[in-house]
Nanobody, 123 residues
Framework: QVRLVESGGGLVQAGGSLRLSCAAS????????MGWFRQAPGKEREFVAV????????FYRDSVKGRFTISRDNVKNTAYLQMNSLKVEDTAVYYC????????????????WGQGTQVTVSS
C-alpha cells in the first residue's frame, strides 16, 4: 500500500498561483499512476489531473487545461500540481491518490488517498 501526504494548500486571490505536493511512501512494485482530485462543499469528488504509471503521459479535466500542470519526481517519490490563473471555482479540498492502473480518471480506480489540502481562491 502506498501512503500519501499532501501539502501546499492555502488562500490565494483569483489569478494567483499555488503548488501542491504529494509525497508517496510504501511499496508499489509495479509502479502506480498519481492523480489529483478535488471536492468542493456539497459536491462529489472530481478528477483534476493524472500522471500515468509509465510516466509517459498526463491528462487533465477540461476546466484546468492550460492552467494546471501535473508533474512527478520519481527520485523524491513526489507528485506536484502547479496551479496558475486560479479561479474562485477552483476552491476545494484537493486530494492526491495512487492507482495500479495506467492513468485512470475514476475515483473508484484509486486505492490510496492522501488526507487532502484546502485550496481557497478569493475574488
Amino acid at each position: 500500500q502506498v501512503r500519501l501526504v499532501e501539502s501546499g494548500g492555502g488562500l490565494v486571490q483569483a489569478g494567483g498561483s499555488l503548488r501542491l505536493s504529494c509525497a508517496a511512501s510504501g511499496r508499489a512494485e509495479n509502479g502506480f499512476a498519481m492523480g489529483w482530485f478535488r471536492q468542493a462543499p456539497g459536491k462529489e469528488r472530481e478528477f483534476v489531473a493524472v500522471f500515468s504509471r509509465s510516466g509517459d503521459n498526463t491528462f487533465y479535466r477540461d476546466s484546468v487545461k492550460g492552467r494546471f500542470t501535473i508533474s512527478r519526481d520519481n527520485v523524491k517519490n513526489t507528485a506536484y500540481l502547479q496551479m496558475n490563473s486560479l479561479k474562485v471555482e477552483d476552491t476545494a479540498v484537493y486530494y492526491c491518490a495512487s492507482s495500479p492502473l495506467y492513468a485512470p480518471k475514476l475515483v473508484s480506480s484509486y486505492d490510496s488517498w492522501g488526507q487532502g489540502t484546502q485550496v481557497t481562491v478569493s475574488s
